[in-house]
């Protein structure tokens, strides 16, 4: 009994740090967030800051999963961590020496992003190294409830902070976080996964044989192929429209930045009840069947929040918790899918592909979708995305590689 729960003490490690790095760095987005709303009120201007925070992991995800599955996964998250604190240490010093910008803030976030797109490939990549894989699900569970807790906790604290503190000061929070999931890692042991090597002698052959080899472990799986296709596809309609609740708040239903907070923290308590039920004994479900769901209750509530009048914001408050109820078990069922159909030497580089591959697409529409809700009215950009989510759910459940791909699950279950 002793020997099946010595990976429960690393976990607890790692999610004691990254409890207080997520909590810090989503203070310091939230803080953004409602200073770039109230001072620029535009929706293209949320567009852009979103678009900067993912930009470079488009361009390095597809590359950064080899190397992370080269190197030494601990390591790679340390000196991702650390490197993140730098470049806010760093915007913290220009901030002192001049006027703070919008352009500073998009420069911030996107060389941040460049961490990130180390860090949570090898976070995701370590975690069937360290759980047993009858225990990835409630592992995904309690991971989501970190970040629900934050999310709770999070917006709250930076309505206080943003009124009360310069910008700059809020920052000093992201470094103080990463510092902390620094030391937690520390303390623990990750094994590192056999490497499938190359025999090309050539460098750039070698890291081109690699990618292609996680490409191929997906593509050799249609039914995983497919899902991971309509992943993408989804994307095109939740990443744009993440990004605009704050002004869905402010402007449609003329609230303020406490309202502001509320709704950040009814997503947040939904994602916690997610994690929470995706924790318990009994939350046993076919993966496959349980995503398609959830694209159309997250869509719906999307439709819904368009459709309400401009008195409706506590139904809007709702909605928005019933959907993080589904985005924490549509995004914990979808990296337990990954997790448990493909081996952990290639976790690292299929994460990263997949990051990048959402990417595409959610960039795009974030520039068409700033422009249609500054244009045509949020509340219309709401009742489209949804319809795209309802959409997606029902063909992924009807295509027969995806059917085919559940019937597999379920067995692989009994």
Same mark, same amino acid.
């Given at each position: 009994?002793?020997?099946?729960?010595?990976?429960?003490?690393?976990?607890?490690?790692?999610?004691?740090?990254?409890?207080?790095?997520?909590?810090?760095?989503q203070?310091?987005?939230?803080?953004?967030?409602?200073?770039?709303?109230?001072?620029?009120?535009?929706?293209?201007?949320?567009?852009?800051?979103?678009?900067?925070?993912?930009?470079?992991?488009?361009?390095?995800?597809?590359?950064?999963?080899?190397?992370?599955?080269?190197?030494?996964?601990?390591?790679t998250?340390?000196?991702?961590?650390?490197?993140?604190?730098?470049?806010?240490?760093?915007?913290?010093?220009?901030?002192?020496?001049?006027?703070?910008?919008?352009?500073?803030?998009?420069?911030?976030?996107?060389?941040?992003?460049?961490g990130?797109?180390?860090?949570?490939?090898?976070?995701?990549?370590? =975690?069937?190294? +360290?759980? @047993?894989?009858d225990? /990835?699900?409630?592992? &995904? #569970?309690?991971?989501? %409830?970190?970040?629900?807790?934050?999310?709770?906790?999070s917006?709250?604290?930076?309505?206080?902070?943003?009124?009360?503190?310069?910008?700059?000061?809020?920052?000093w929070?992201?470094i103080?976080?990463?510092?902390?999931?620094?030391?937690?890692?520390?303390?623990?042991?990750?094994?590192?996964?056999?490497?499938?090597?190359?025999?090309?002698?050539g460098?750039?052959?070698?890291?081109?044989?690699?990618?292609?080899?996680?490409?191929r472990?997906?593509?050799?799986?249609?039914?995983?192929?497919?899902?991971?296709i309509?992943?993408?596809?989804?994307?095109?309609?939740?990443?744009? =429209?993440?990004? +605009?609740? @704050?002004?869905?708040? /402010?402007?449609?239903? &003329? #609230?303020?930045?406490? %309202?502001?907070?509320?709704?950040?923290?009814a997503?947040?308590?939904?994602?916690?009840?997610?994690?929470?039920?995706?924790?318990?004994?009994?939350?046993?479900?076919?993966?496959?069947?349980?995503?398609?769901?959830?694209?159309?209750?997250i869509?719906?509530?999307?439709?819904?929040?368009?459709l309400?009048?401009?008195?409706?914001?506590?139904?809007f408050a709702?909605?928005?918790?019933?959907g993080?109820?589904?985005g924490?078990?549509?995004?914990?069922?979808?990296?337990?899918?990954?997790?448990?159909?493909?081996?952990?030497?290639?976790l690292?580089?299929?994460f990263?592909?997949?990051?990048?591959?959402?990417?595409?697409?959610?960039? /795009?529409?974030?520039?068409?979708?700033?422009?249609?809700?500054?244009?045509?009215?949020?509340?219309?950009?709401?009742?489209?995305?949804?319809?795209?989510?309802i959409?997606?759910?029902?063909?992924?459940?009807?295509?027969?590689?995806?059917?085919?791909?559940a019937?597999?699950q379920?067995?692989?279950?009994?």
């Amino acid at each position: 009994m002793k020997e099946s729960n010595s990976w429960v003490k690393p976990f607890i490690l790692i999610w004691s740090g990254q409890l207080l790095s997520t909590l810090s760095s989503q203070i310091v987005t939230f803080s953004i967030i409602f200073w770039l709303s109230i001072k620029m009120n535009s929706a293209e201007v949320l567009a852009l800051s979103t678009l900067s925070s993912m930009l470079p992991g488009l361009i390095l995800g597809f590359f950064t999963g080899v190397l992370v599955d080269r190197w030494d996964r601990k390591r790679t998250m340390i000196i991702a961590d650390i490197y993140i604190a730098l470049v806010t240490l760093a915007v913290i010093i220009v901030i002192m020496e001049s006027e703070v910008s919008t352009a500073l803030l998009y420069a911030m976030l996107a060389l941040r992003s460049i961490g990130t797109s180390f860090h949570t490939p090898a976070m995701e990549a370590s =975690v069937p190294l +360290l759980a @047993p894989q009858d225990k /990835l699900m409630k592992v &995904a #569970g309690v991971d989501n %409830m970190i970040f629900s807790i934050s999310t709770i906790a999070s917006p709250a604290i930076a309505a206080v902070m943003i009124s009360a503190l310069d910008i700059s000061m809020v920052l000093w929070f992201d470094i103080i976080g990463a510092l902390i999931a620094c030391t937690t890692l520390l303390f623990v042991h990750i094994p590192s996964p056999e490497r499938v090597r190359s025999e090309h002698k050539g460098e750039f052959r070698k890291f081109y044989e690699e990618l292609l080899h996680g490409v191929r472990e997906v593509i050799a799986r249609p039914g995983l192929l497919w899902m991971f296709i309509f992943t993408v596809f989804a994307s095109f309609a939740m990443v744009p =429209v993440s990004a +605009l609740f @704050p002004l869905m708040t /402010l402007n449609h239903f &003329a #609230g303020n930045t406490y %309202m502001m907070s509320v709704t950040e923290i009814a997503w947040g308590a939904g994602m916690l009840a997610g994690g929470a039920l995706m924790s318990m004994k009994w939350f046993e479900f076919n993966n496959v069947k349980l995503i398609n769901t959830m694209y159309v209750i997250i869509g719906a509530t999307y439709s819904l929040s368009g459709l309400l009048p401009s008195n409706g914001y506590a139904l809007f408050a709702i909605l928005t918790a019933l959907g993080g109820v589904a985005g924490a078990i549509f995004f914990g069922a979808f990296t337990v899918l990954l997790q448990s159909n493909l081996g952990s030497e290639v976790l690292g580089r299929v994460f990263s592909i997949h990051n990048s591959f959402i990417m595409i697409p959610a960039m /795009l529409s974030l520039v068409i979708t700033g422009y249609l809700a500054d244009n045509i009215g949020l509340e219309y950009t709401f009742i489209i995305s949804g319809l795209v989510l309802i959409a997606t759910g029902f063909l992924s459940s009807l295509l027969p590689a995806v059917k085919s791909f559940a019937k597999l699950q379920q067995l692989s279950k009994n």
